[in-house]
């Protein structure tokens, strides 16, 4: 089964930077959109930033000019770079990947669905 692993996630200051790695995992016929999203305690999980696999990234307000989101595709695998850091960005960071991979599932061998990382906790605070 398909499986996406988060790391980088960790403790930094305000100002700091992390940059987040998400490696997918599986037998894999193709990857689509792969991208990054955030949940805080108490609020809804939020769509950071995404990229197709051949079109144009997509930020969100909050992370325009200071995130940047790019992949390997030879190794699957998508990174967020996150600069200026602020208490808000607080959150667990979750890979997600819209993925077409081996399902043994009726008549087809191949199935597209979009996966989940168990999330990568950053913290961000003096």
């Known amino acids: 089964q398909v499986q996406l692993v988060e790391s980088g996630g960790g403790l930094v200051q305000p100002g700091g930077s992390l940059t987040l790695s998400c490696a997918a995992s599986g037998i894999i016929r193709s990857i689509n959109d792969m991208g990054w999203y955030r949940q805080a305690p108490g609020r809804q999980r939020e769509l950071v930033a995404v990229?197709?696999?051949?079109?144009?990234?997509n930020y969100a307000d909050s992370a325009k000019g200071r995130f940047t989101i790019s992949r390997d595709n030879a190794k699957n695998t998508v990174y967020l770079q996150m600069n200026s850091l602020k208490p808000e960005d607080t959150a667990v960071y979750y890979c997600n990947a819209d993925i077409t991979s081996l399902m043994y599932s009726g008549g087809s061998f191949f199935k597209r669905k979009d996966y989940w990382g168990q999330g990568t906790q950053v913290t961000v605070s003096s």
């Open positions: 990229m197709p696999t051949g079109g144009r990234t």
